[in-house]
């Protein structure tokens, strides 16, 4: 994992890693989701940058630089429909972080 050293940076912080948890079950944590996602794309698991500011309780600025950093390292996804952005969990880049903490730590 060439990135290691960025995801563990995203990870340090208590709203980032919230974040990450909540979109783990976002139907446990967020109201419905995907109203601004055109009919016939899908975008599953996703939830849109206003919910997750609700849910964190912090501005939309803070949350929004908080979301990229997770992007630009892989922890994240992103879905722009509209004037909306929509996040979900890469999956991929999770199971890798697992394997490399379960045999390189």
Known sequence: MNNIIDIFKALSNETRLNILKWLKEPGRYFPP????I???ESFDDSVCVGSICERA?????TISTYLD???RCGLLESKRCGKWTYYRRNEKTIQELARYIGTEL
């Not at 989701?33 to 601004?36: E, R, S, T």
């Open 33 to 36: 989701q995907g109203l601004h």
């Open 38 to 40: 055109p009919e016939g």
């Open 57 to 61: 309780e912090i501005s939309q600025s």
């Open 69 to 71: 950093m997770m992007l």
